[in-house]
Each structure stands twice: as structure tokens, then as C-alpha cells.
């Protein structure tokens, strides 16, 4: 039986990105490994999670990592970002999207329905610092 590479939109995404910006030489492919390898060991499957979703967390945190670690996204940006996420996500109701606006934060009030659900939840992985 052949499986998918990619058991979801956001794996593709992910890995695409990682390579392109390889191939744009933001950063070297043994650089690369050596991150993600240091990712993998920190950042174990949690309770529930499948194999491709904890491969692509592991994924997209190293390539935060890696581009934090060079200059190209400073840290607390990041950190800003996941702290609106996480913002957002507890402030949407249930089965409602979550919507995070670029500037100024508005984000939705609780209880006020913005749109339709449309798509999977959004998972938010901890960074860490390697």
C-alpha cells in the first residue's frame, strides 16, 4: 500500500518552504540537519499525535529555529506571533475560525461569528531555542 508524502495541506507547505529557502542559500543543507536533528530530539510525538503531523511540527519548528538562529526572524517576533495566535484561539468561539489581523489585533469578540468553519484546527507547537 503507498501512503501520501503528505498527510495534510500544511505539511506540503512547510516542507516546500524549507527547501526553498535552501535553495535560495539562507542556509546550508548540513546546517539544516543539524537543527533538525537537535528539533526531533526535543520535541517528541505528543499523546494522539500521528507520525506525518509530528514530523512536520518537528519540521516547521526547525526551520523557526533555523531562521531565528540567522537573522532572518528574530525570536521575538515569533514569540509576538505565537502569543497572538494563542491569543486568538482561546478568544474564537467554538467551531468558528480563527482569524488573527496583521495590525492591531482585532480579533474577533466572543461569541460574535465571523465565518463559516472551513478547514482543520490550527495546532500550536511551542519554540524552543536550540
Not at 16 to 25: D, I, K, N, P, Q
Amino acid at each position: 500500500m503507498e501512503t501520501a508524502p503528505f498527510g495534510a495541506p500544511w505539511h506540503a507547505r512547510v516542507w516546500g518552504l524549507a527547501v526553498h529557502l535552501h535553495e535560495t542559500g539562507l542556509f546550508s543543507w548540513p546546517e539544516w540537519v543539524n537543527v533538525f536533528s537537535r528539533t526531533v530530539a526535543a520535541l517528541p510525538a505528543e499523546a494522539g499525535e500521528c507520525v506525518n503531523d509530528t514530523y512536520y511540527r518537528q519540521w516547521a519548528s526547525a526551520l523557526e529555529s533555523l531562521l531565528s538562529a540567522n537573522g532572518y526572524l528574530p525570536i521575538e517576533s515569533l514569540d509576538a506571533k505565537h502569543a497572538a495566535w494563542t491569543h486568538a484561539h482561546l478568544h474564537t468561539p467554538h467551531g468558528m475560525p480563527v482569524v488573527l489581523a496583521e495590525h492591531g489585533m482585532n480579533l474577533p469578540s466572543e461569541g460574535a461569528p465571523t465565518a463559516p468553519l472551513r478547514g482543520v484546527p490550527i495546532h500550536i507547537s511551542p519554540a524552543i531555542k536550540v
